[in-house]
């Protein structure tokens, strides 16, 4: 299997389709063993989805450490992205830290856990609201100079914040979650990365797995955050009026002779020439489903139709229960 690249922002061409590694570690349910990971992102490599994302918060650190396992002999395959400034105090509760120092001391410890030399694309995961984007994006501009990362990019962060990043150092590229599902960035992010010549990193491209059509309600139990109140499309009504928009969407799939999954996964990719996606998984199966999407090419007719199923607004619940961390 072939995946065809991309290019975002600054010239840095990746798979269009890539792999979240996220779940593998926390968050979706239990963490799983290091020889499963590994297998997993190895043969996602063998299929040609080399786009990698992880973060420093992801464990924390443990997804670092996985991935970095996993690139031994390896690395030259790899775009390698992580992510900065989500902190996780010993309590649990977590922190955004911008501030210059930081961005530093970040920088190193990931390279460490990582094994690399070099970041292929490193994000400010959050905006820190204490710190002007401009010192955190100048510290992260040092870094390239010093040969630490190779690209720059933000996460959930708004048009304003954007511009204002991209005049202190170009950004490649925006992460930030886009799916059938979820469509605010539109707006005001979209465009101004359009202008801007900034790509998309689509993250949750699968709706948090409900567009997939096989999660069910709350999640998979222990562990999976989905069920809490955190993620309000999970629990009750919600849930239940969001299946039926699934449903929807799974009859356009079918007859395309596709998943649902892929269908999801072909929408964002149609939407821009610019955006890639990363869905996350543990398992190898599903990382070949996903991959499967780059051989779907939607007709206007089929765009059509999942617009008329799930017009914009149309999901229950925000995507997260707290959403003053995101568009900063």
Same mark, same amino acid.
């Given at each position: 299997?072939s995946?065809?690249?991309?290019q975002l922002?600054?010239?840095?061409?990746v798979?269009?389709?890539?792999?979240?590694c996220?779940?593998?570690?926390?968050?979706?349910g239990?963490?799983?063993?290091d020889a499963?990971?590994?297998?997993t992102?190895r043969?996602?490599? +063998?299929?040609? /989805?080399t786009f990698? =994302? !992880?973060?420093?918060?992801?464990?924390?650190f443990?997804?670092?450490r996985? %991935?970095g396992k996993?690139l031994v002999g390896?690395r030259e395959?790899?775009v390698?992205?992580?992510?900065?400034?989500?902190v996780?105090n010993?309590?649990?509760?977590?922190?955004?830290?911008?501030?210059?120092?930081?961005?530093?001391?970040a920088c190193?410890?990931?390279?460490q856990?990582l094994g690399?030399e070099?970041i292929d694309?490193y994000?400010?995961h959050r905006r +820190?609201r204490? /710190?002007?984007?401009? =010192? !955190?994006v100048g510290?992260?501009?040092?870094?390239?100079e010093?040969?630490? %990362?190779?690209?720059l990019?933000?996460s959930?962060?708004?048009g304003?914040?954007?511009r204002?990043a991209?005049?202190?150092?170009?950004i490649?590229?925006?992460q930030?979650?886009?799916s059938i599902?979820?469509?605010?960035?539109e707006?005001?992010?979209?465009?101004?990365?359009?202008?801007?010549?900034?790509?998309?990193?689509a993250y949750?491209p699968?709706?948090?797995?409900?567009?997939t059509?096989?999660?069910p309600k709350?999640g998979k139990?222990?562990?999976?955050t989905?069920?809490?109140?955190?993620f309000?499309?999970?629990?009750g009504?919600?849930y239940?009026?969001n299946q039926?928009?699934?449903?929807?969407l799974?009859e356009i799939a079918?007859?395309?002779?596709?998943?649902?999954?892929q269908l999801?996964l072909?929408?964002?990719?149609?939407k821009?020439r610019?955006?890639t996606?990363?869905?996350g998984t543990?398992?190898?199966?599903?990382?070949?489903?996903?991959a499967g999407?780059?051989?779907v090419?939607?007709t206007?007719?089929?765009?059509?139709a999942i617009?008329?199923?799930?017009?914009?607004?149309?999901?229950?619940?925000?995507r997260?229960?707290?959403m003053?961390?995101?568009?900063?």
């Amino acid at each position: 299997m072939s995946i065809p690249t991309r290019q975002l922002g600054q010239g840095l061409e990746v798979a269009e389709i890539g792999l979240g590694c996220m779940g593998m570690s926390q968050f979706y349910g239990q963490p799983v063993d290091d020889a499963d990971g590994i297998a997993t992102i190895r043969g996602a490599l +063998d299929l040609g /989805v080399t786009f990698l =994302d !992880t973060a420093d918060m992801y464990g924390p650190f443990t997804n670092e450490r996985l %991935v970095g396992k996993a690139l031994v002999g390896r690395r030259e395959e790899v775009v390698l992205a992580t992510k900065f400034g989500n902190v996780r105090n010993d309590d649990g509760s977590r922190r955004i830290d911008g501030s210059p120092a930081y961005v530093r001391k970040a920088c190193d410890d990931s390279l460490q856990r990582l094994g690399v030399e070099v970041i292929d694309l490193y994000y400010c995961h959050r905006r +820190d609201r204490t /710190v002007p984007i401009e =010192d !955190t994006v100048g510290a992260m501009a040092e870094l390239v100079e010093a040969g630490k %990362v190779r690209h720059l990019g933000l996460s959930e962060m708004s048009g304003e914040t954007i511009r204002a990043a991209h005049a202190v150092h170009p950004i490649t590229a925006v992460q930030s979650e886009y799916s059938i599902f979820t469509r605010d960035i539109e707006d005001e992010v979209l465009p101004t990365m359009a202008e801007l010549g900034i790509g998309l990193v689509a993250y949750s491209p699968l709706g948090r797995g409900l567009l997939t059509g096989t999660l069910p309600k709350g999640g998979k139990g222990e562990g999976d955050t989905r069920g809490s109140a955190y993620f309000p499309r999970f629990a009750g009504e919600a849930y239940d009026a969001n299946q039926v928009l699934v449903g929807k969407l799974t009859e356009i799939a079918s007859a395309r002779g596709i998943t649902p999954a892929q269908l999801a996964l072909a929408w964002v990719l149609a939407k821009g020439r610019s955006y890639t996606v990363i869905p996350g998984t543990t398992k190898l199966s599903r990382v070949e489903e996903n991959a499967g999407a780059a051989d779907v090419t939607l007709t206007a007719d089929d765009l059509a139709a999942i617009e008329v199923a799930v017009p914009a607004g149309a999901v229950a619940g925000d995507r997260y229960g707290d959403m003053s961390s995101v568009n900063g």
